[in-house]
Each structure stands twice: as structure tokens, then as C-alpha cells.
């Protein structure tokens, strides 16, 4: 019966592996098309971005863009699938956004950060979220900005230490709950463990707990619904499921989590039968359900730096890693889960 069972779980395939003369910080798909991005730090400390095709089982150069400072991440979502603008941040601080057929000057540039351009995302692109186009930076400066590709210079949220209260080095950075015209939220995790939920229509902190050590990524879910789930990494290898439909006043949002010593892992959330309950004063409060390890395999030697689902193709997706290495991954079986 096991045997079986097995035969039914998800199994991660790596389908081509390709070898980089540079650092890979990020990798992403260009939406509609088998195309593929990856951005990083040449040897010499300048910007590296290339543009891969998928042919079958191996990957084929399209182009290679040098620029002057190293790239730490990219997206898409704030573009529409006509244009399929990449916005980048890098290492002095700057958010460009390039058009892939004419990357010699880009068609948006400002110096959004006094530090490095940690994380990246963007809303409101690819028919992803209702609401504005928007675009939002992670720095090691501290600050967390939102910004408007059609307002030049100016962000339109900036979200920073209040005075007195330390600068903390801002890791990671995602949208989330863009479900109509008026809702949107950007989640943020430091160096320090902080994760900081900031209500864009409210211009307000929404909430904030710590996880105990720096928090490598946070991603929902899905950008463009209620908000349901919120996933956190630490850099100790252990990752948190947050319940974000339901929040107590005092002691915040349900939490599970889980520590793994993997590169590379698949992990399931189970819903409980009931995803509120009341506690003893009558206030809501969520109920996390749980987690089980559908798959885990070992791809690198070294740790992996991103990774990015298809849009276009389930169970097909892309990482970096830091042996200079991107791999092309075939996830089977997602559909059973």
C-alpha cells in the first residue's frame, strides 16, 4: 500500500541544468512565452541579465545585457502581458525597469534606495490583482518603498523606522490581498526576524510578530484574493504558514511551522475543518491546520537563491543556486495534491 502511495506523491525532476560564469541572484519566467530570465553579479562586479529560450532539454543563449552594478532580483507584475517590462533592483540602490527588446536604456529608472535593492514585487500586472500597476523595494537601508511606474521620482509609500527605533536590514517583500480597486497589503521581513504586514489603503502597520531569526522570503498564497495563506522562511531552514483570514486583536494571526535541512523541499497545507474559532472572550481567532512533506530532493550542493513557478505551465519552474548553476524543474503529480 506505501508503494503505492508513493507512486502517487509529486516528484521534483530536474529536466536541464545549465552552468553560469556569474553569480545568479534571481531567475524568472517570461510570462506566455518558454523564455526565461536570469540576473546577477559578474566576477568583474558589474550587472549581469540574460535571457534564455527552452528548447526541449536545453537551454539556449538569447541575449546577454551587461550593466554597471551587480542585479539582486526582478518581476513582471507590474506589466502588462503585452509589454512584459522587467522591473530590477541592484546593488546602488536603483529600481530600473527594461524593455526586453531595447535593453540599452531603460524606460523607468530612480534611485529608490541609499543601500542595495534586497527584494522586489510587483502587483496589479499580467492581469494579476485589481488595482494600480505597482512596484515594491526591499532595502538594506531599512525602508520598504511602494512605487507607481507612472509617477516619476516619487514612491507612493514609503515605509520606514519610526524615530528612535533601530534600521533593520529588509530581506524579502510581497504583495498581497489585491482583490478590488482598494485593498492591498506589502509583507516585509528583516534581518532580525521582524515580519511587518502594512495596509496600503489605510497607510498603516496592520501587524507585525518575529519569527527569531532573519526571514528570507514571505509570499501568499495568491496575490489576487482575500488574504489566505502567508508563507516565511528563516535562515535557520524553518518556515512558517500564517492563516491570514482571520485576525485576533491581540495575538495576531494562526501560525504552524515546520524546520527542514534541505535545498529543495515540497510541502502541503492541510485546511482544519474549521479555519476560525472563538476563543474564551468571545473574539475570533484562526486555526492553522497543518503541514505534511510531499516531496524533498537534493539539487545543489549549495544553497538556492530564487526560484519562480510558470505562469503558464503547472509544475514547471526555474532556480538559482550559488553553485553558479540555474536548473529547469518538472514538479508531477501537483494536480492530485
Known sequence: MSAVLGLERPQVVSHVQQALSYTVFDCKWVPRSARLMCLGSA?????????????????????????????????????SLQQRYLATGDFDGN????????????????????????SIDGVGGLGIGE???????????????????????????????????????????????????????????????DIKLFD?????????????NGVCSVEFDRKDINMNKLVATSLEGKFHVF???????????????????????????????QRSKKDSEGSEMGVAGSLSLLQNVTLSTQPISSLDWSPDK???????????????????KLNKI
Open 43 to 79: 566576477a568583474r562586479g558589474t550587472g549581469v541579465i540574460q535571457l534564455y529560450e527552452l528548447h526541449g532539454a536545453r537551454l539556449e543563449v538569447l541575449r546577454e545585457i551587461e550593466k554597471p552594478k551587480p542585479i539582486k532580483c526582478g518581476t513582471f507584475g507590474a506589466t
Open 95 to 118: 529600481l530600473n525597469i527594461w524593455n526586453l527588446e531595447a535593453p540599452e536604456i531603460p524606460v523607468y529608472s530612480v534611485k529608490g534606495h541609499k543601500e542595495i535593492i534586497n
Open 131 to 193: 488595482g494600480a500597476p505597482e512596484i515594491v523595494t526591499g532595502s538594506r537601508d531599512g525602508t520598504v518603498k511602494v512605487w507607481d511606474p507612472r509617477q516619476k521620482d516619487t514612491p507612493v509609500a514609503n515605509m520606514e523606522p519610526v524615530q528612535g527605533e533601530s534600521k533593520r536590514d529588509c530581506w524579502t517583500v510581497a504583495f498581497g490581498n489585491a482583490y478590488n480597486q482598494e485593498e492591498r497589503v506589502v509583507c516585509a521581513g528583516y534581518d532580525n526576524g
Open 200 to 212: 496600503l489603503k489605510t497607510m498603516s502597520l496592520r501587524w507585525e510578530t518575529n519569527i527569531k
Open 243 to 273: 492563516d491570514m483570514r482571520t485576525q485576533h486583536p491581540t495575538k495576531g494571526f494562526a501560525s504552524v511551522s515546520e524546520k527542514l535541512f534541505l535545498f529543495n523541499f515540497l510541502i502541503g497545507s492541510e485546511y482544519p475543518a
Open 314 to 332: 503547472k509544475g514547471l519552474c526555474v532556480c538559482g543556486a550559488f553553485d553558479q548553476t540555474v536548473r529547469v524543474l518538472i514538479v508531477t
